[in-house]
Every structure is written in C-alpha cells, then in structure tokens.
C-alpha cells in the first residue's frame, strides 16, 4: 500500500510524524508519499534539515512562498501528481485548502480511502448555520477522521463523521529532541549567557491578536503588583503584527527590564530558553491545540494553558497541580493569578509538576501519531470496502435482468 499525505509546508514537527509514519508503514511493507505544497511558509519562517528520509519526499512549489501560490495553481499541481503516484490511501489535512479539496475528490473518484486530520474544536469560531451545513457535506465524504483530543472527535462526529471512525494522536511533537536538547542547556554552563538571570515564566507564539499576548504582559504587570515573593521575569519568544502594541504595553508598565523578546526562534534554539524556563504559559483566545505546549512539556516544565487551547485537557489533567493549571484567558485577573499560583509554589513541588507534565506528554509523540494513522488507515478502508460495496450493489439491482 502507498499512502499519500500532505502538508502546506513541513515544518520540524511535521518531519518528525512523518518519519515515525514511514517507519511503522516500513515494517508492513507499505510506503508512504509526502507533499508539501510550497517550499517556504511567511507565517513559519523555520528552517528544517533536508537529507535522506524514510518517505517520498515532494514539494510542489519549491521555490514559492506558501502565500504566493494562487488556489487553483494549488489544486491543480496536485490533483497532476496524484496521477502519476496513484496512491492507494489519503491522509488529507483539513477540508478547506485548495489542493485538500482535490486529494478528496481524486480519492474519491478512484475510490480510494480517505483521512481527514483535523484538529478544529467547535469553541474555536462562532459558528454560523449555513456555514457548518458547507463543511458538514464536505466532512462526510471522508472515510475517516484522526484529530488531537476529546474535544476535536466530538466536533468531526457533530459534522459527520462516526465516532466509530475517529481515531487518536495527530498532535504530536519530536518529543526526544526538546528534552534531550533541555538536558544539555540544563549541564551547560555557558548555555544561560544570553538568557534572564532571574527565573521566568516563558510563552511562546506568533504575535497575532488571538495568542493574547497584549493581555498576558497586563496580566503579568498585575502578577508583580500583587505577589509576596521576589517576582519573576517574562519572556516572549515570537514575532508578528502585535508586536508594537506588545511593546508598548511594556514601556506603559514601565517593563523593560522584565520583559524579554528574543524573537523568532529556530526548534534547535528554543530548548535552552525552556530548560531554564520555570514556568510556561500559553494564552491563547483561540488554539486549536498548541504544539508549543507539548514542546514546553517534554523540557520538563509546568503548565498554564488557556481553557481555549486543544491540548489543555491532555497535558494539564486534573485536579489543578497535577501538570499545571487552566485558566480562562479572556481573565486578565485569572492569568496573573496563575501565574502568582505558579511563582509561589516550592521549588520541589514545580518542578514534579514538570516532571508529570513530561510524563503526560511522554504519550503523545511522533510513535502515537504513526500508530493512530495507521488505526485511521484501518477505519478509512473498511469503510470504503463498504461504501464501494453498496455501490456495485446498487448497481446491480438498477440493472434490468438478461
């Protein structure tokens, strides 16, 4: 079996699925196909190694910037190469990208199974009416779907998809190499040169209005007013559009000092910023899951996750203190409470609160992400033999009798 799968650009932890992927498809003797649609991406500037991998590796548009391709140049680049490869499964990631839509509809004129990775929660939009009518027709043409958490299955059944037909694990990070990189910086003497002296609560994100960052640096102005005990630093790593306002708020609360920007940084960077990080907090207004939170996780660190994000109900369990703690994000009170929360615990308490929140994401890496497609691979072709079946079925019975 070849499957194919596609990415708008792969990215490192893009790499790291699909090179747990192939392997597991390896040692069933299948194959695996990956496209990623442009070469570079505006929006996630990383830069990735490019060597021999255990896939088919193929780039659409390699010398375009993911935001210059027109959509009909995407659908029909892809929709070319499907027809050379003829691959016998589909993972298709979501349901409104240009040459997704044409993956779907050549597997399903060639009646091939087709998955769908999703990791849209309900909560993430207001949703409109007619709008979910649109999707739901599209969603129901998958043969299967694999997505994140609790929360995303429950929105793919609610558009059409079967519980019994959802499986487990899209989410996933190369979880060895953030913890094996934190480890290092953590014996390294000379690794905390460039970094704060003090301990300090670490987020990391584009600067756009939904990561919330404008409110976290309020929250945190709050967190230094109120707190009994010597307050920590704040360090936001990113880059984009907010950041002038992110800035200003800084200089308004009279925050030079405390706030640090590093800017954009590459996966081999980020490591040391997390290993001596004693805390990470996420803010997210809308997150279909937040990746960075399973990286922050597998540096050993304790959690503060936004109540919106995707990953909460994985990485931080309850009760409150196990991995970390939730808040509602839309709170500039409740976010400068958990971070107080969080500064003023012991040292030995935080830091098994770190442990466990490694534990927890120990489960969720590259290995879960191959076997939970596999699972969907096994869904979607059951359930092609059987729509495909009823076909020919149909068919007969429409035939007159000879």
Known sequence: MKLAISFTN??????????????ALKERGDELVAYETAGSEDRYPWRRQVGSEPFEWITLFSDR???????????????????????????????ARPESMAMLNWGRRNARPTILLSESQEIDHPRVWWKEAIKSRRVRKFSSGFVGGQRHANYLAKLGIPSDRIAFGYNAVDNAHFTSRANAARIDANSRNELPRKPYFIAVSRFVPEKNFV???QAYARYRDTTQAPPWDLVLCGDGETRGEIEAVIRANGLEANVHL??????????????????????????????????????????LISDRAGCVETLVPEPKGTAGLRFDPRSIEEIAESMQWLAEIPEVERQAMGG????????????RFAHGMLTAIELASDREARRVGRSMTDRKIMEPAS
């Open 262 to 303: 590093p800017g954009f940084l590459q996966a081999d960077a980020l490591p040391t910023w997390f290993a001596h990080a004693a805390g990470f907090v996420h803010p997210s207004l809308m997150e279909p899951w937040g990746l960075v939170a399973n990286e922050a996780a597998a540096c050993g660190l304790p959690l």
């Open 10 to 23: 792969f990215g490192p932890y893009h790499l790291a699925r699909l090179r747990a992927l192939a392997i």
């Open 65 to 95: 910037a993911m935001e210059s391709i027109p959509g009909a140049a995407c659908r029909r680049a892809m929709h070319d190469r499907l027809e050379i490869d003829r691959p016998d499964a589909l993972a298709i990631v979501g349901y």
């Open 356 to 367: 466990r929140a490694f534990e927890v994401v120990s489960q969720w890496g590259p290995d």
């Open 215 to 217: 409110a976290l640096v």
